[in-house]
C-alpha cells in the first residue's frame, strides 16, 4: 500500500511538463567505433572509484566481430578502448556486473565455426585491472537449448556475489543462476506463451531479484515483472505494468530496470498504442504507474532509467522535434516521490535518429549514453553526455501593474524540494533564496514582460516571464 501511495504522488509530480535548460551538440562524445549496428546496446557499469565501464561489440572482419571495453573517467574524459574477446564469429550485445577483484562482463556468442568449439552459448570473461585485460571462461555457462548465443544479455549480482543472466529467444525468456553450464535454464515465458523479449535484471541490496520482459504472446501483450529466485527460478506469477496490455509492440532494446538504494524496484517503460508515446515509471509492487512525459503524437520513444546512491531515480527518454532526436532527462526526489523539471540533453551534431538509451547516475548527474544515426551515413554509433538536474522557478504573482511596484515572491525547487542559496535575476536586479527556496523581489510593471532566471550550481537553471498587465 505505502508504494501504492507513491506511485501516485509521483504521477501528480509529473503531471505538469516543464523543459529547462538545452545541453550543446558539442557535449556529445562518440564512445564506440564507427559504423556500427542499429540494434547494438551497450552495456554499463560504475565501479566505487567513479569510472564508468562501457562494453560493447564491433564487426573487425567479413566474419569477425570483436567485443570491446571504453572506460569514461569521474570527471568525463573518454579513454581509449581495449579488446576482450576478438576474432569472433558472432557476438550479441553484452552485460556488465561486478567481478571477483573488479569487473565480469556476459555476452551471448560463437567463438568459431569449429564443430568442437566449446564457446558458444553464454560466454563471460573477467577483468581485474579496469578493463585493460581480459580472462575468458572457457566453455558456456549455461546448459545448451535456449539459443543464447544469438541473444543480447542482461546480468545482475546478488549480495553473495552469484550472477544472475537472463536473455530472450524463440524458445522463451530465461534466467540462469551461476557459471555453470551443469545448473538448469529457467524458462518466464512458457506460462505464458510465445513470444517474450528483450529482458532486463536487477537486485537489492537485500537480495530480491526481478527481472521485466516484453511479451507479444496471445492473451497476454505487455510488459511484465516476475520475481526471481537465487537459484534462477521463476517466484509466484507474472504481473503484466498496467497500461501495457494493448501493446502489440514493445520498446526496443533491454528493458531498463533497477533497484532503488532505500527500496523499490522500478521500471522505465515507454508505453502507448497504437504510437509509443509516452513514458512511465513502474514501481513494480504498486498496481499503478506514474507519467513522467508524453512525447510526440505518431513516434515511437525509447526510455531508460538510473538509480542514484542517495535514493533519486533519473529517467531519460528520446522525443523527435523539428525532424531531430532529443534526448530528455528529468530526476526525482531522494524518496522517489516527485520528479524536477525535464533537461532537454539536445543530440549529437547532425543526429537524424535515436534507437537506443542507457544511464549511470553519479551523486549529482547523469551520464547518458545514446545510439544515434548521424546524417545519412550508415550505421549508428554511441555517444555519451552528462546532463544535471534542472531547477523549477515559480513566481507569485505573475502578472505586474503597469507603472506600479509588486512584491513578488520567487520559489526555487529541485524535484519539489526548496534550494537555498539559488540566484534569481529580475529587472536588473538579483535576490537570492532562503532556506525555503524563496526570494522576495519588488518590481515595477513597465511596458514590456520581464524575465526572470534562476540559477545554482550543479543544475540546469530555469526561467519564466512575467507578464504587465494595463
Excluded: C
Excluded at 496471445?218 to 529466485?229: K, N, S
Excluded at 527500496?263 to 512511465?280: D, E, F, K, L, S
Excluded at 542507457?358 to 549508428?380: K, R, W
Amino acid at each position: 500500500m505505502k508504494v501504492r501511495r507513491l506511485a501516485a504522488a509521483v504521477a501528480v509530480a509529473a503531471s505538469a511538463l516543464v523543459v529547462v535548460g538545452s545541453a550543446r551538440a558539442a557535449a556529445w562524445k562518440q564512445v564506440t567505433a564507427t559504423g556500427g549496428g542499429n540494434i547494438d546496446q551497450v552495456a554499463l557499469l560504475r565501479t566505487p572509484d567513479g569510472t564508468l565501464h562501457v562494453a560493447w561489440h564491433e564487426r573487425s572482419g567479413s566474419n569477425t566481430e570483436d567485443l570491446m571495453h571504453t572506460a569514461i573517467t569521474a570527471s568525463g574524459q573518454v579513454l581509449g578502448a581495449t579488446p576482450i574477446q576478438t576474432g569472433w564469429a558472432e557476438l550479441q550485445n553484452a552485460a556488465l556486473v561486478p567481478g571477483p577483484g573488479g569487473l565480469r562482463v556476459f555476452f551471448g556468442g560463437i567463438r568459431s565455426t569449429d564443430p568442437n568449439e566449446t564457446n558458444q552459448e553464454l560466454n563471460t570473461a573477467v577483468s581485474a585491472d579496469g578493463g585493460a585485460t581480459w580472462t575468458l571462461q572457457e566453455g558456456s555457462v549455461v546448459p545448451g537449448g535456449a539459443e543464447a548465443y544469438g541473444s543480447p544479455a542482461s546480468a545482475t549480482t546478488l549480495p553473495d556475489g552469484t550472477p544472475l543472466e537472463a536473455w530472450a529467444g524463440t524458445l522463451g525468456t530465461w534466467v540462469h543462476a551461476g557459471l555453470s553450464a551443469d545448473a538448469p535454464n529457467a524458462d518466464y515465458q512458457a506460462p505464458l506463451g510465445n513470444y517474450g523479449y528483450d529482458p532486463g535484471i536487477a537486485s537489492d541490496a537485500r537480495g530480491r531479484t526481478v527481472m521485466a520482459w516484453y511479451s507479444n504472446a496471445t492473451g497476454h501483450l505487455g510488459l511484465f515483472a516476475q520475481d526471481v529466485a537465487a537459484d534462477g527460478t521463476p517466484v509466484g506469477a507474472a504481473t503484466n505494468m498496467p497500461g501495457t496490455s494493448n501493446m502489440n509492440v514493445g520498446m526496443l532494446g533491454r528493458t531498463p530496470i533497477v533497484a532503488r538504494p532505500g527500496g523499490g524496484i522500478y521500471v522505465a517503460y515507454a508505453t502507448g498504442y497504437p504510437a509509443i508515446n509516452q513514458v512511465r515509471l513502474w514501481p513494480v509492487d504498486a498496481g499503478r504507474t506514474a507519467l513522467i512525459a508524453r512525447t510526440a503524437k505518431f513516434g515511437n520513444t525509447t526510455a531508460t532509467l538510473a538509480a542514484a546512491p542517495d535514493g533519486r531515480l533519473w529517467v531519460a527518454w528520446k522525443d523527435d522535434i523539428g525532424g531531430k532526436p532529443h534526448v530528455f532527462v528529468r530526476r526525482s526526489n531522494k524518496a522517489a516521490s516527485a520528479f524536477g523539471a525535464a533537461v532537454d540533453a539536445g543530440q549529437p551534431a547532425g543526429a537524424s535518429s535515436a534507437y537506443r538509451l542507457d544511464a549511470s547516475a553519479t551523486a549529482t548527474a547523469l551520464d547518458v549514453l545514446g545510439l544515434f544515426a548521424i546524417g545519412t551515413a550508415p550505421g549508428a554509433e554511441t555517444f555519451r553526455t552528462r546532463v544535471l538536474p534542472g531547477l523549477t522557478l515559480t513566481a507569485s504573482p505573475r502578472r505586474l501593474p503597469r507603472a506600479r511596484t509588486t512584491r513578488v515572491v520567487f520559489t526555487v525547487l529541485d524535484a519539489g524540494d526548496p534550494v537555498p542559496g539559488a540566484k534569481v535575476k529580475v529587472g536588473g536586479v538579483t535576490v537570492t533564496t532562503n532556506a525555503k527556496g524563496r526570494a522576495t523581489a519588488f518590481l515595477k510593471g513597465g511596458l514590456r514582460a520581464l524575465r526572470a532566471a534562476a540559477t545554482s550550481n550543479g543544475y540546469v537553471g530555469a526561467a519564466l516571464r512575467l507578464t504587465v498587465r494595463t
